[in-house]
Nanobody, 119 residues
Framework: HVQLVESGGGSVQAGGSLRLSCTAS????????MGWFRQAPGEEREGVAA????????RYADSVNGRFTISQDYALNTVYLQMDSLKLEDSAMYSC?????????????WGQGTQVTVS
């Protein structure tokens, strides 16, 4: 049974920070790229950051580059998203995903999501 469980969302003022966590279980993710996607009401889903389990290579959407940092604790099967200098437009439901398309923004396993609200 594959599970991706996110935590760490909440409400924060513009300019503040939050850190999201995602712990994976039930599947071998060793050769996977893990990512964070977000979707705001009425908006299209957007891939914001991804990291390869092996080697730790990262990539970011232009909208968050320089403000968000994705990292991992390999031994704990946990991926983090450190979000700094948050803006109103960062408000969305954030989901942890196993990326299914290399260099793309598609996923095959999804967490339930955690809400981030910036005001």
């Amino acid at each position: 049974h594959v599970q991706l469980v996110e935590s760490g969302g909440g409400s924060v003022q513009a300019g503040g920070s939050l850190r999201l966590s995602c712990t994976a279980s039930g599947l071998t993710f060793d050769d996977s790229e893990m990512g964070w996607f977000r979707q705001a009401p009425g908006e299209e889903r957007e891939g914001v950051a991804a990291i390869w389990r092996q080697g730790g290579t990262t990539r970011y959407a232009d909208s968050v580059n320089g403000r968000f940092t994705i990292s991992q604790d390999y031994a704990l099967n946990t991926v983090y998203l450190q979000m700094d200098s948050l803006k109103l437009e960062d408000s969305a439901m954030y989901s942890c995903v196993r990326v299914s398309a290399p260099d793309g923004w598609m996923g095959d396993y999804w967490g339930q999501g955690t809400q981030v609200t910036v005001s």
